[in-house]
């Protein structure tokens, strides 16, 4: 199992290109929101920047609040996310202790990090990658 | 949201009333976007015989089509009537304001009337408020991006902050406005323009989403190009050392303005060099939103604030021009100080280009004993951080009736006390090439008085003929070639990469084949139409003149041809007024 961590975020230029990549490649969108990976900066642009991102957790409080399954727990940590499934009551947005779903008003729906790693060859600076979940965190 | 490949929408905000109506703009196939949609919006809503700071006078921020959809479409364009002009401007900057404008659900923002108190506009896709905001009245330029980031938290990252600072709100005519810290809409008095308006600042949230155009071609498209532009080092110049890789070798060259252009090399080029900059003083290096290239520089000020060992320390940026403009040209051979100038000028709010050169003239009027420290207050003098860095402070508060009339441009200051033929002024404060005839011709007459309309510095550069036909027929074929990417509202440093044909390939399969089709068509109009509007809103182009200081200078050619000059000139003002009104 792997998950998508933001390991360097101090070299982060704040391009965007994660997002945006994401956006595009997974979730099917020009935007900047409806991003499993969303880039912030704590207070303008003197104080460097921060990545929104599932950290997979396990149990997922997402999905345990989840009352269709839209979201189920992914073995090692994180989510599966079936939006087909999912009845639009935001709960899991409200419960994620990082921020990491974004809850896009006009699909309703909720957008979030599944860990496959497509955003990381957009990186310029080499500020996230794809690793293994550490085997005492797994099960 | 839904993009329509026909039509821009603007975003119209009326402050006077305080209401708002998104407009539908026609014909996209014609206007395409940023330099074009802004032109077209003031022949529509503009007032052509009424001044800079008429509330009639529309604020335009636009945006271009493929802004969002590719790497390096990140710029917008700010079309305002300039208040140190008076004639219809653009300036162009970068930041996180062209994707918050996309995906805010907009091509442009149009603002016009005046707000009855000082106001900051809070927008985003399903919001759009005027807020008051008098207590940020007098407010630097941080203080206020400090204040005005508690508007739309729940964006952070995902929004932009601009606004201006004192010398804005003072209508100082070289105000400018400070995009996102670190960027800027720095010609021409946009900063005045806003002022005008009441309005201290703008906050504008990119929270909504688009679906992608059909099919594979835009995703192919997409690799294509973000590859071309990681991959093949052609960005590399621009992340590493950054434009200010250029001081060295345009000294080399005698073609670095240095002590208010009185000379155009210096052997201390080395203390101010890209090299020096990055070697003791860059902190790190930031992008605009969408572009993966990173070139914006961030130094570090490190400042003794007590006797004892305390020290602050700020982030300043920095680029080619405002080291030269604060550096060489005020004869600074000290990297820290041309940071030390930078950051007070950010934090007033000026054009760190027009206040240099300014300064620079007002230091050569004290050498020459045209002004005293009765005018100046503080001593002015070439090489000499301390006086300058209070008389941006004069400049911006409008201290005495000497800095008022310096704050209208060295030219305004200079008519009234002498010294006009010192003042480095090519329709504005000159930009940092003395590469000779071709450069002060373009941008004595040049659209942004700018380098940035026409190459014509690297028509100097490159050819050793004196041939004024061929001169004056690359800046046009050049700017024509600007204005596409102007339009679209990419980087200029990606004209490279977006070449005539890959912009087709580009637009058609970000879904707009109309754009691709009539681009040959729509560069036409759109340059013709900004020359017109320049041209109606007062441009005098029989009326331009060039400085005697610009005919004394020596580069590596040797002396400037006046001769040559003239003959550009003439074929230059021909050809724009043949532009503007047509053949006679
Ligand atoms: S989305 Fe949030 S709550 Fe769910 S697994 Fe990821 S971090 Fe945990
Ligand atoms: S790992 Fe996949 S889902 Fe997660 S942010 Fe990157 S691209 Fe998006
Ligand atoms: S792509 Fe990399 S550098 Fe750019 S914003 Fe994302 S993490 Fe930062």
């Not at chain 1, 975020?9 to 965007?16: F, P």
């Not at chain 2, 009326?14 to 196939?29: C, N």
């Not at chain 2, 503009?46 to 009639?56: E, I, K, S, T």
């Not at chain 2, 400085?547 to 002396?559: D, I």
Request: glycine share 10%; hydrophobic share 40%; aromatic share 8%.
């Amino acid at each position: 199992m792997k998950r998508l961590e933001a390991v360097r975020m101090e070299q982060c230029i704040g391009c965007h290109s994660c997002s945006l990549a994401c956006a595009r490649l997974v979730h099917k969108k020009l935007s900047w929101n409806t991003a499993g990976i969303r880039i912030s900066s704590a207070g303008g642009l003197t104080t460097g920047f921060e990545a929104h991102i599932c950290v997979a957790c396990d149990p997922a409080p997402c999905a345990e609040v989840c009352p269709t399954e839209a979201l189920k727990q992914r073995k090692g940590g994180g989510v599966i996310v079936t939006h087909d499934k999912c009845i639009k009551c935001g709960k899991c947005a409200e419960v994620c202790p990082v921020d990491a779903i974004y809850y896009e008003t006009e699909s309703d729906l909720p957008y979030l990090c599944i860990h496959c790693g497509r955003c990381v060859p957009f990186c310029p600076h080499n500020c996230i990658e794809l690793r293994d979940i550490p085997a005492r965190e797994e099960g | 949201m839904k993009m329509d490949p026909n039509f821009s929408r603007v975003l119209h905000v009326e402050l006077t009333t305080g209401k708002s109506s998104v407009l539908m703009i026609e014909d996209r196939h014609m206007h395409i976007g940023g330099s074009g949609l802004a032109a077209v919006l003031y022949e529509r809503y503009g007032v052509l015989d009424a001044p800079a700071d008429d509330p009639r006078q529309p604020l335009i921020f636009a945006i271009g089509p493929l802004t969002g959809f590719y790497p390096l479409m990140s710029k917008v364009v700010c079309g305002f009537r300039s208040p140190y002009s008076g004639e219809w401007a653009e300036s162009h900057a970068g930041g996180r304001l062209a994707l918050s404008i996309r995906f805010a659900g907009y091509d442009a923002l149009m603002i016009t009337g005046k707000a009855k108190q000082l106001s900051a506009l809070i927008i985003g896709s399903r919001s759009c408020e005027v807020e008051g905001v008098t207590y940020l009245r007098g407010k630097d330029v941080f203080a206020t991006g400090k204040f005005l980031r508690r508007f739309g938290k729940k964006n952070s990252g995902h929004r932009s902050a601009i606004r201006i600072g004192q010398a804005g709100e003072r209508g100082v005519a070289y105000a400018c406005i400070n995009v996102d810290s670190f960027r800027h809409f720095g010609r021409l008095g946009s900063g005045a323009a806003m002022g005008f308006k009441n309005l201290k600042g703008i906050v504008v949230s990119g929270d909504g989403a688009f679906d992608l155009p059909e099919g594979k071609a835009y995703a192919d498209m997409m690799k294509d190009i973000y590859q071309d532009i990681t991959e093949t080092g052609k960005m590399k110049k621009y992340h590493d050392l950054g434009t200010p890789q250029n001081l060295i070798p345009l000294n080399e060259l005698q073609a670095l303005p240095w002590n208010n252009l009185q000379k155009t090399h210096d052997d201390r080029v080395d203390n101010i060099s890209g090299e020096t900059f990055a070697k003791q003083l860059l902190l790190r290096q930031v992008a605009c939103a969408g572009c993966p290239v990173g070139c914006i520089h961030i130094g570090l000020l490190r400042q003794q604030f007590a006797n004892e060992h305390e020290f602050l320390y700020k982030q300043v940026s920095y680029d080619y021009e405002p080291i030269f403009a604060q550096g060489s040209m005020l004869g600074i051979t000290s990297a820290a100080d041309v940071l030390a100038l930078l950051d007070e000028t950010e934090k007033l709010g000026l054009d760190c280009m027009s206040a240099g050169v300014a300064l620079a003239w007002a230091a050569e009027a004290t050498e020459k004993g045209i002004v005293s420290k009765e005018e100046t207050i503080v001593d002015l003098k070439f090489g000499e951080m301390k006086g300058f860095l209070n008389g941006l402070k004069f400049i911006a508060t409008g201290e005495n009736a000497f800095y008022q009339a310096l704050s209208r441009g060295s030219m305004a200051a200079a008519k009234l006390y002498g010294g006009e033929e010192f003042a480095c002024v090519l329709g504005q404060e000159m930009a940092g090439y003395a590469t000779g005839e071709v450069f002060f011709v373009a941008s004595a007459y040049g659209f942004r008085h700018s380098h940035l309309d026409t190459g014509g510095y690297a028509f100097d550069q490159n050819n050793t003929e004196k041939n004024a036909g061929k001169a004056v027929e690359f800046m046009l074929e050049d700017e024509r070639g600007r204005i596409y990417i102007n339009s679209m509202m990419g980087c200029l440093f990606a004209r490279g990469t977006y070449g005539p044909e890959k912009l087709k390939d580009a637009l058609t399969a970000a879904g707009f084949g109309n754009i691709a089709d009539n681009l040959e068509a729509a560069g036409k109009y759109i340059q013709k139409l900004r020359w017109q509007l320049k041209c109606k809103t007062g441009f005098d182009v029989d009326a331009v003149k060039i400085p005697k200081r610009f005919t004394e200078v020596v580069t590596w050619k040797g002396g400037i041809d006046t001769g040559y000059m003239d003959e550009v000139a003439t074929l230059y003002a021909t050809a724009i007024k043949e532009m503007a009104y047509g053949k006679e």
